[in-house]
């Protein structure tokens, strides 16, 4: 299964890109649905948040009028800590049967608007994230759903920033110009990558890189960067190090790969960590060189798993010696 999560902030058009890739066949996940879902009228979410916060937050139809709630949840940390403490686990437990619903081949898609300032990234295979400049996403605010400026402008300042977004993304979509523009991006990705990357995962199938030598590309940074926090978040605690090595790490050209080195905590946990990141989808290749590689056809990764003996570390220095 191929998770991704989709993002982007209020008014960039991430609904339209939703919407896309499940007429492409992709099993959307909708974070809000859920949210929605889960204080429903005749729900035990609804129940609980009446009774903490008063039956004035539903109103004449049995539904949960939610400017009541905000004015009563909102009113300091302590209630709004309530009803963080209410709502998050109905909607993690919701959104754990959702993913258990889809079928083990399916490319699973995970739309959530918080999910930067969530630091939710390092939990799936890719994310994507719609990107419209912040003028044009308060014109749209203003213009098309009715929001006064200061309004729109309060709720984009509450969200990540542009930059952080970039940072955070696998998969940029420029929405700045025209709808079926943003669409021919969707089909594009779609076809080209991960439908690629969702045969590769389900079959084992590791990219390798090509022989060209590329010239530097400063995101190589940025993209090393979330592979290790992704590489983390599959290992736990068995690691002592992950570090990103070789030429892209030291933006010189390079073939276009990024090297991650794992050092785990003890040679007791070598075979588990390598388990656990095969099962992940980091899959061993028959290169004989005992490396992990992963299956996006667009950003080739090789993960080395250090077997923490004193030859293994002269191995790693003379490496690094050639590098410099």
Known sequence: MLILGLTGGIGAGKSTVSAEL???????????????????????????????????????????????????AFASQERTAALNSITHPLIG????????QAPQDAIVV???????????????HLVLVVDTPEELRLQRLVE????????????????????????????LFDNSGSESALLEQVRKVWDRRL????????????????????????????EGRR????????????????????????????????????????????????????EAGYIADDAGDGKLRWVDPERPVALRIASNDQSDMTVAAACADRES
């Not at 437990?93 to 258990?100: C, G, L, S, V, Y």
Request: glycine fraction near 6%.
């Open 227 to 278: 592979e290790i926090a992704r590489i983390r978040h599959r290992a736990g605690d068995l690691c002592e190090s992950i570090s990103h090595v070789g030429p892209t790490a030291k933006q010189q050209p390079a073939v276009d790969l990024i090297e991650i080195d794992l050092r785990p905590n003890s040679v007791d946990v070598v075979e588990t960590l390598r388990t656990r990141l095969q």
């Open 195 to 222: 439908v690629v990357m969702a045969n590769n995962l389900e079959h084992r199938h590791p990219v390798f890189p090509s022989d060209a030598v590329v010239d530097v590309r400063p995101e190589w940074a940025d």
């Open 93 to 100: 437990e919701r959104t754990i049967e959702r993913f258990a």
């Open 144 to 171: 098309l759903r009715g929001l006064t400026e200061a309004d729109a402008r309060g709720r984009i300042a509450k969200q990540a920033t542009d930059e952080q977004r970039h940072a955070s993304a696998d998969i």
């Open 22 to 72: 499940a007429r492409l066949g992709a099993e959307v996940i909708d974070a809000d649905k859920i949210a929605r879902e889960v204080v429903a009228p005749g729900t035990p979410g609804l129940d609980m948040l009446a009774a903490e916060f008063g039956e004035e937050i539903i109103d004449a139809d049995g539904a949960l009028d939610r400017a009541a709630l905000a004015e009563r």
């Open 110 to 124: 995970h739309d959530v608007p918080l999910l930067i300032e969530g630091g939710m990234e390092p939990g799936y």
